[in-house]
């Protein structure tokens, strides 16, 4: 992986995102800008998926870089709404950091023998719990 990556299409929507986070962070007193910084850095998560696929610019560091954006932004949300928000933070960094280094960039697709409903919060980055169901 060549220093090219990083102008990466969809890496440089990644720098995007991680500017709105910080903007909606500093904003978080002014209800609309936060909530447009928030919502349009969500808006890019898909975008920048759907860009890697369409230009053929997928890479492990973009599958990373992804994951620590969205991380950072769930961060961000759980320490400003609540004061205990950053043991939520850092629970999930810590997740992230052992899934990631065990299971490398395709992380998501190695859960074939975690439990069900993991599986099923799994399959294609798409919940579909229903309320209630059991894999019976």
């Known amino acids: 992986m060549g220093l090219e990556v990083l102008v990466y299409v ?7 995102r991680v500017l709105l986070l910080l903007s909606a962070t500093c904003f978080f007193d002014n209800p609309l800008l936060f909530i447009f ?12 998926g759907y860009a890697a696929r369409k230009l053929k610019q997928v ?5 990373w870089f992804d994951v620590v954006i969205d991380i950072l932004g769930r961060g961000i949300l759980w320490s400003i ?16 950091v052992c899934t ?9 697709n ?27």
């Not at 969809?10 to 995007?16: F, H, S, T, V």
């Not at 990631?100 to 998501?108: R, T, V, Y």
């Not at 190695?110 to 019976?136: C, D, I």
Request: charged content about 15%; proline content about 5%; some cysteine.
């Open 110 to 136: 190695k859960f074939g023998s975690s439990p069900w409903w993991v599986q099923r919060v799994m399959a294609n980055g798409v919940v579909h719990l229903e309320p209630y169901s059991t894999p019976y």
């Open 10 to 16: 969809p890496n440089i929507i990644g720098y995007i």
């Open 59 to 63: 890479s492990e560091f973009g599958a």
């Open 37 to 48: 910084c928030y919502v349009s850095s969500v808006i890019l998560d898909g975008v920048d």
């Open 81 to 96: 709404l609540f004061r205990w928000g950053y043991f939520i933070a850092a629970l999930e960094w810590c997740v992230f």
């Open 100 to 108: 990631h280094n065990s299971l490398g960039a395709d992380w998501k």
